[in-house]
């Protein structure tokens, strides 16, 4: 998970500056103390050097003096991370530049430094490809470019020159004792020209520039959150919203009023049969009602899939929950990563209960692997997926490489919460005393199901079964994509909410329209049909993983393309799972209700 890049607001489209106000709550964690966020004057404030990497690519992260940067005399100090903060790839580091509370500062001299030619090498790179720095100044964040090209229209082919930007300066806003506003830009006007030769002298400076302002210390973080939605890109996105869900909810409601007058025909031509003639042969659904609780085939891996996908659906609200509360707000490094994990791990029991449970009711009897089937049906393929992209990260010698402690940290989680919560709720569902009390008897032999055509099979239904979720949740794609996977910041979760809440709602009613129609052509194996239409909501979601990638990122190179793709697999995986199982909850209530109201000998 360490490919979520909560960066700018907005991307800014000039290189000579890059200037960015603070924005969200300051009621959730906070770098600092809120006692050490009060300053003296002269007294020195934290300036922290993050990281540097490509804009175009939010996951290709280097810590910043992986470029020859100015160092302090006194060596490089590294500040500690919690768990959230090193999964995001945060590496803070302390830097030269003294920006002391309320003083001052006139193109002061920062270093003098004698580019060599593996120097230059590096900077022309990052200016090549668009590199941007990270740093926090009193937990506030501010970004910069390295540099700039311009391009010499030249008889022939056009001349590229790379420029260094040298000099950085700050605009800082304060209200009596504390920081409330920082700004950063560069001079374009001075750089240096880095294209040519072996060797190059520069002078790095930087200025600052104080002033009074009347926003209290506890809104300075409220400017970031305007910076994510304007207000006419606000009113567009929830007219987009509310046009999309108006036309899903007709859809919905038109299929239900359907199903429904097509429910109560059956029930009436089944009760007329019964009064009619015992001797007529039964069709449709009710033909196979000796069939349609008969368990499936995979009975443990049906059930761990059930359990997944329960316990990720109670994490998903869990984090819904945290999230309308506030305590996601902008630049609070790593707080939605950390609650991921912690959330994931206090949730396991349901998991393992839920799956265990389901098992004894079909009557398994080797609890113990499917219990193990539970705890690693999630697990396993993220644990899969994540060593194959950290290495990717090592041999790239980027941030977004777990350090072996953090791995070890994730991993003593794991084992010492995530596995034995499992294990427990496992344990707490095979001794359950609930029965699966289906109202019908299942035959002791099983019907065959009559030749059907093409589009009734399991890949065609699901492409329709997913057709309709996916296209309520289309157009907040976007945003998503563009905070996980780009520079903007999300902070409207009462829409992304509301959002959710539709795509289960469609997800649910979709699947049960599909199972009935199976049902009504007497093909009763609707127990992992629920689960494929269910889910297929996550195959669609990959699919406009690539849709985005080619038309509306300028993602590239190996390292982006493996952390897009390969983190997006594991979270479609999930999305799978989890709508899968609301899929399969949905139906199954459905099934029930329309065979206990015909009284089926």
């Not at 890109?233 to 036309?247: G, R």
């Not at 055509?453 to 699901?462: D, F, N, T």
């Not at 799978?576 to 139906?587: D, E, H, N, Q, W």
């Amino acid at each position: 998970l360490a490919v979520v890049a909560t960066l700018a607001a907005g991307a800014v489209a000039s290189r000579a500056t890059f200037g960015l106000s603070v924005g969200g709550t300051d009621t959730a964690r906070a770098l600092l103390g809120a006692a050490d966020h009060t300053y003296k004057v002269h007294e020195k404030v934290p300036l922290f050097a993050n990281k540097v990497g490509p804009f175009h690519n939010p996951s290709e992260t280097y810590q910043y003096y992986d470029l020859p940067f100015c160092q302090p005399e006194s060596g490089v100090d590294h500040k500690s991370e919690d768990l959230g903060e090193v999964l995001e790839g945060d590496r803070m580091v302390s830097t030269p530049y003294d920006v002391s509370f309320r003083v001052d500062r006139e193109n002061e001299k920062l270093c003098a430094k004698e580019l060599n030619a593996k120097d230059l090498k590096k900077f022309r790179k990052a200016v090549k490809d668009d590199y941007y720095f990270q740093m926090y100044y009193d937990d506030l964040p501010i970004w910069g470019f390295i540099g700039k090209i311009e391009k010499i229209l030249k008889p022939g082919k056009p001349e590229m020159r790379y420029y260094l930007f040298t000099h950085v300066h700050f605009d800082i806003a304060y209200n009596n004792d504390r920081v409330i506003e920082i700004n950063v830009s560069t001079d374009p006007l001075r750089t240096v020209d880095i294209t040519d030769g072996e060797s190059v002298a520069v002078d790095f400076s930087y200025s600052v520039k104080w002033k009074e302002t009347s926003i209290p210390f506890d809104r300075r973080m409220e400017k970031y959150s305007r910076y994510s939605f304007l207000p006419q890109h606000l009113e567009i996105h929830w007219f987009s919203i509310i046009n999309s869900c108006v036309t899903v909810l007709l859809l919905t409601g038109f299929l239900a009023t359907i199903l429904m007058r097509v429910l109560k025909n059956d029930f009436i031509k089944y009760t007329r049969e019964e009064d009619a003639a015992e001797e007529q042969e039964e069709t449709g659904w009710k033909y196979i009602h000796g069939d349609v609780f008969r368990f499936p085939p995979f009975i443990s891996l049906f059930c761990a899939v059930i359990g997944t996908g329960t316990q990720l659906f109670a994490m998903v609200l869990c984090v819904f929950m945290l999230a309308l509360v506030g305590v996601f707000y902008p630049y609070n490094r790593g707080a939605l990563l950390t609650a991921c994990i912690v959330l994931y791990a206090l949730t396991s029991g349901i998991a393992g209960y839920v799956a265990a449970n389901t098992y004894r009711q079909m009557g398994g009897e080797n609890w113990v692997r499917n219990v193990l089937l539970t705890g690693s049906l999630f697990c396993g393929p993220m644990f899969m997926m994540f060593c194959f992209l950290n290495t990717v990260a090592i041999v790239y010698r980027s941030t977004a490489a777990l350090p072996f402690g953090t791995i070890c940290v994730i991993l003593i989680i794991w084992a010492l919460v995530t596995f034995p919560l499992t294990v427990l709720g496992g344990i707490a569902g095979k001794n359950s005393k609930s029965e699966f009390a289906a109202p019908t008897r299942t035959a002791k032999y099983p019907r065959e199901i009559p030749q059907l055509p093409w589009y009734r099979q399991a890949i065609p239904q699901m492409l329709m079964a997913g057709f309709l979720p996916f296209s309520a949740i289309y157009i907040e794609l976007y945003y998503i994509f563009a905070s996980v996977w780009g520079h903007k910041v999300y902070t409207i979760y009462s829409i992304l909410f509301i959002v959710f809440i539709i795509l289960i709602i469609v997800t649910a009613f979709i699947t049960i329209a599909l199972t009935y129609f199976q049902l009504a052509v007497e093909d009763h194996h609707w127990w992992w049909r629920s689960i494929l239409c269910g889910g297929s909501t996550g195959l669609f979601i990959y699919g406009y993983c690539f849709y985005y990638y080619a038309f509306r990122s300028d993602m590239k190179g190996f390292f982006q393309t493996s952390f897009f793709f390969g983190y997006m697999f594991v979270i479609c995986f999930g999305f799978f799972i989890m709508l899968g199982t609301v899929g399969y909850r949905a139906s199954l209530t459905f099934v029930r209700h329309i065979y206990r109201a015909i009284k089926s000998e």
